[in-house]
């Protein structure tokens, strides 16, 4: 048995070690969202190294502190150690469920988080401020209708792979659009040495050869984060119209005392709940498209895969 409380003792310190690393690195995040959704708040990596004594310090305080909560129980119920005499085996029994539990605990947060991401169309916020460009479309402050003020995405949930597929396509349009300003950045510098007085005529004609080159990459690079654009607007169409629908659904039922009008407008409301049903092969055919665009580094065939997006997400508009 002190074997085990022993491991359970080292066990907790790395533990709590590594979340104060954690959360002292983090800005904004108490520690008690940290320690509900340990998973989504991974960055051990990247720790700030003036939270190392932090670090140190906090996870003897823990230990001693848990220890203190075991002793007080084990003389409430009469079975600590007496001075001088071998430890009770009840008493270690109850130590090492005292320390396993919070253990146990950690383990069961961090695998539930596992299965959440930060909703990436709030950023995590759970609120919408200002224009949204993707949907051409101002909000005041209000719920984000993707997480619908929650903050997290739950993976295997009925929008979880849109919301992956939606997040997938912000990075990666992210991406070219950092590789395009680095490529300008290339492009104008080389402009530049270009316009040299007295320059040599094999060195111009290399750097004119170049600057071709950084033109050619520019122009695909621009075609793809074209294409990921498109994908992004057109999963973000598909998730506002399913919130749209949702809350007509909603506020439908709710004045249901109009009768008719109810009748109609709850009929055209579950129609459009059919349809974002059906979105589903959308969904999977634009994954199929970002997954050929990524096989391919040819300008010609990217602007056929954004055709090919277009023609098969014409349908998708917010209502």
Known sequence: MA?????????SYIIVAYLSLLWGSLDSISAGAMLKEPALYTHLLRFDRKV???????????ILGVYIIALFIGIFLGIAPKRGAPTPPIYA?????????????FTILFFRSILIVHCAVCKGSGKLNGHNQYLNTHFEEETCFCCEGKRVIWKKSEKGKSHTLLKDNLLLEE??????????KEYNKLNTKLETKGLNTAVKSNIQTLIDKINDQIAFQQAAKNFYKTAVEKLMILLYNKY?????LGKTKEF???????????????????????DTQIIDRIEVLVQEIALNQQLSI????????????????IE
Do not use: C, H, R
Request: no cysteine; hydrophobic share 45%.
């Open 3 to 11: 074997t085990t409380l022993i491991i359970l003792m080292f066990t």
């Open 244 to 248: 749209l629908a949702e809350y007509v």
């Open 93 to 105: 029994q109850l130590a090492i469920t005292i320390f396993a539990l919070p253990l146990i605990t």
């Open 52 to 62: 190392l004594p932090l670090a140190i310090v906090v996870p003897w305080i823990y």
């Open 302 to 317: 990217v602007k056929e895969l954004q055709k090919e997006l277009e023609e098969a997400t014409e349908s998708i508009k």
């Open 256 to 278: 249901n005392e109009m009768e008719e009008l109810n009748i109609d407008t709850f009929a055209d409301t579950e129609a459009k709940k059919y349809q974002i049903q059906s």
């Open 175 to 184: 991406d070219k659009g950092k590789k395009i300003e680095k490529l300008q």
